[in-house]
């Protein structure tokens, strides 16, 4: 007799199916279409997900119009039985993830927070809790411990601090990523406008300056520099972000100076690529100096941000799509009347155009290009 579906042994956390319920279960709801972003063959995801679904493991949710994936109550509880460690505080009690809610609002939170997940794990970022340190317990780690490479911890990570989480109660932020000495802390805006939580981000901001960089990782983030990003579902949120047209409330936050460094990129293998160069200043070096060779050094104390001078004009390399820098380099320009070029991606060059003025020229770098570049040099064979 074959074993009914309760019986069956469970796909190891290291397979794909495995991995679709564990994010699933990290995430509480995860958005059917993500699916498609991760790590195999199509043909097999369809049919891993559809096998998950006959052995009673996942089931869709679909109401309002959005469409998501949730763990059955028998997967839940043979999770927790096979692995507690790894679940157990994700699928018992009244946790988010546990008790799901119906309405939108709430829904579309679990995906915003899920397409990070997926983000971050495309651009080679820990993210699974098991394979990770434990950061934010209420009592710190020893002196001790470090990050061995880029490592995020979800918003649900940062609260198990315990009463110091009631300070950023209301932050819009679904984590906190720290890649070398650089600490970013993450938003996704999805497809459309963010509203700031002004005064929560602010505690937010100062609690992982105190947590982090004093008291949990002094050796490795002490001099850290807090930046941030924000994630979309295309680049049609750029433009609003710096305030061209619509609500300009929605952009006070990113420009009124308390991330000098603020990116946005998109929630797709685009910003997977970007994401990456950021976690690796080594990389990003050598695609800066590949763009910036035939031109000037940048001068000192110039009146214009830049990377490099092309005679007398300025030249930004904006690919990262650092919010705030665009917007100095651009200002700075029409204050002086003078010209300049900007270098972006070629997906990035319609939305920095709605943002630039007539003085800046976009240059355009070949996304695939790049890809098959880096994919082909002998450091990477």
């Not at 009146?303 to 650092?322: K, N």
Request: hydrophobic residues 40%; contains cysteine; proline residues 6%.
């Amino acid at each position: 007799m074959m074993p009914g579906a309760d019986e069956r042994e469970l796909p190891g956390l290291d397979t794909f199916p495995g991995l679709v319920l564990a994010l699933t279960a990290l995430s509480g709801e995860l958005p059917a279409a993500l699916v498609s972003r991760l790590p195999a063959a199509d043909t097999y995801k369809e049919y891993a997900v559809k096998q998950l679904k006959r052995d009673n493991l996942l089931r869709t949710f679909y109401r309002n119009g959005v469409r998501g994936l949730r763990l059955t109550t028998a997967a839940k509880r043979r999770l927790v039985a096979c692995w507690p460690n790894q679940f157990l505080s994700y699928l018992s009690g009244r946790t988010e993830t546990n008790q799901l809610k119906s309405e939108v609002a709430r829904r579309l939170r679990l995906h915003r927070m899920a397409e990070v997940l997926v983000t971050m794990l495309n651009a080679d970022v820990s993210v699974l809790p098991w394979e990770k340190p434990v950061l934010f317990s209420p009592t710190p780690p020893d002196g001790s411990l470090a990050l061995a490479r880029p490592t995020y911890y979800s918003s649900r990570e940062v609260k198990e601090l315990g009463e110091q989480a009631v300070k950023i109660r209301g932050s819009r932020s679904t984590g906190v990523l720290l890649a070398g000495g650089d600490i970013f802390i993450i938003y996704n805006t999805g497809p459309g406008q963010m509203k700031w939580e002004y005064k929560a981000e602010m505690r937010l901001k100062a609690l992982l300056e105190m947590e982090l960089c004093q008291t949990r990782l002094p050796a490795q983030f002490m001099r850290a520099r807090q930046a941030a990003i924000v994630f979309a579902a295309d680049m049609g949120q750029m433009a609003p972000l710096m305030g061209v047209g619509g609500d300009k409330r929605h952009n006070y936050f990113v420009l009124d100076g308390n991330f000098e460094h603020f990116y946005y990129l998109p929630s797709d293998h685009h910003g997977e690529v970007i994401l990456q160069l950021l976690c690796d200043p080594g990389e990003k070096a050598v695609l800066d100096g590949i763009l910036c060779k035939g031109f000037g050094p940048a001068r000192p104390g110039w009146l214009a941000e830049h990377d490099a001078m092309d005679g007398e004009r300025a030249v930004l390399l904006a690919y990262t799509c650092d919010l705030p820098r665009i917007r100095r380099f651009n200002a700075a320009l029409e204050r002086m009347g003078r010209t300049g070029t900007l270098f972006c991606f070629d997906f990035q060059a319609d939305a920095m155009r709605q943002v630039c003025g007539p003085g800046v020229d976009i240059q355009c770098i070949d996304f695939d290009a790049y890809e098959r570049s880096v994919f082909l040099s002998p450091e990477s064979n």
